[in-house]
């Protein structure tokens, strides 16, 4: 894999860079520079302050924290939610609350995860027959529960 370069522009003064919390992480902190209550069963789009241009032939997958989920049954819709190559909007995370409580977003809060992967293009071929295939038709379930 080669050195690529993730290209951020801050559109708001309490915007954080996307960091790597750890060596080997494989995403990227994203921050809210909001601070918003999500009610029990609510969902809002949460302000990063960022925009960002993605290496070529890259796309950037937004992740639920999974210490959110667990302490406190907060995680995303649309998950991964994609940022393609082109976008240049502002990155914003959809948050969704599915505790029993209130839950406050805070300014400067680790909300969620960036993953930048590459993208292969494919032909798309219409065809008569596909091959075979050991599986073949089977889905949602069928090898079993255990």
Request: glycine share 12%; aromatic share 4%; proline share 3%.
């Amino acid at each position: 894999m080669g050195n690529y370069t993730l290209k951020v522009k801050k559109i708001n003064d309490d915007a954080i860079l996307p960091n790597y919390a750890h060596e080997g992480d494989a995403g990227l902190d994203l921050y809210s520079v909001e601070e918003l209550i999500l009610h029990s069963g609510e969902c809002k789009l949460v302000k990063t302050g960022i925009k960002i241009e993605l290496p070529k032939n890259t796309e950037a997958q937004v992740r639920p924290r999974s210490g959110l989920a667990l302490k406190h049954t907060i995680t995303l819709l649309n998950t991964p939610g994609t940022i393609d190559e082109g976008y240049r909007g502002e990155v914003g995370v959809i948050m969704i609350n599915h505790g029993k409580g209130d839950f406050k977003v805070e300014k400067g809060m680790k909300i969620a995860q960036l993953v930048v992967k590459p993208v292969w293009k494919v032909n798309v071929e219409e065809v008569i027959e596909l091959t075979d295939s050991d599986r073949g038709e089977g889905g949602f379930g069928s090898t079993g529960l255990r």
